[in-house]
């Protein structure tokens, strides 16, 4: 994707939940406060692109912040105040998530079958790397709840990927209800692997943006 987008500044952000060593995972709030952090480093106007669980932290993170232009949820969590990632699908987990649980550390995920679930319209041999790439997930992160909400004062778009695998377009079209304008791909959960032209497109309309 950012090779997509010639002579945009391009940041990007290393969330704390997420990672190959359970034992130094983050939560949720950590990576809003690494989200806040990134933004804040920037000068700004700042178009945040947020995807899947990302919307969670950046929705925390980002209430006040006076850089922001816009908020770009990309099949993500579009929540409110007092939501959490898990509450948002009844309580309910997803039926690929796999628990884990680890003396002294508790209780974090990984996906059971990461090339169907995210990269369903991905070349076979990037969705393979892709996979092999991703960590643990803590499961805390699904369970805090936002205490501060961006969306309400900052404006936001929804891209709502019609073949996703991981959530299904009729929830994204619910958390859509909550932005301001919304757009379509189809593509499965990963865009940014399975067509990146069309993604930059839709970024660099929102940067374009008054």
Not at 32 to 57: D, K, L, N, Q, T
Not at 108 to 113: I, S, Y
Not at 121 to 147: F, N
Request: proline letters at 6%; one cysteine or more.
């Amino acid at each position: 994707l950012i090779d997509d987008l010639p002579g945009i500044d391009v940041h990007t952000v290393a969330l704390t939940s997420c990672g190959d060593d359970p034992k130094a995972l983050g939560d949720m709030y950590s990576d809003a406060a690494a989200i806040r952090a990134a933004v804040e480093a920037i000068g700004g106007p700042v178009v945040v692109v947020a995807h899947s669980y990302g919307g969670v932290p950046t929705t925390q993170a980002l209430a006040d912040a006076s850089n922001v232009k816009s908020i770009v949820y990309l099949a993500a969590f579009q929540l409110d105040a007092g939501d959490s990632l898990l509450s948002s699908a009844g309580g309910d987990p997803a039926l690929w998530w796999e628990f884990h649980r680890q003396e002294g550390v508790g209780d974090f995920l990984t996906v059971a079958n990461p090339v169907e679930v995210f990269y369903g319209d991905v070349d076979s041999s990037v969705a393979e790397k892709a996979a092999a790439a991703l960590g643990y997930q803590s499961y805390a992160a699904t369970t805090q709840k936002l205490t501060a909400v961006a969306w309400q004062t900052i404006p936001s778009t929804y891209i709502i990927c019609e073949a996703d695998s991981a959530i299904p377009p009729f929830v994204q079209e619910l958390f859509a209800k909550r932005a301001d304008r919304t757009l379509r791909l189809n593509s499965s959960h990963s865009p940014f692997l399975s067509q990146p032209s069309a993604l930059a497109q839709l970024i660099r309309h929102e940067l374009s943006l008054p």
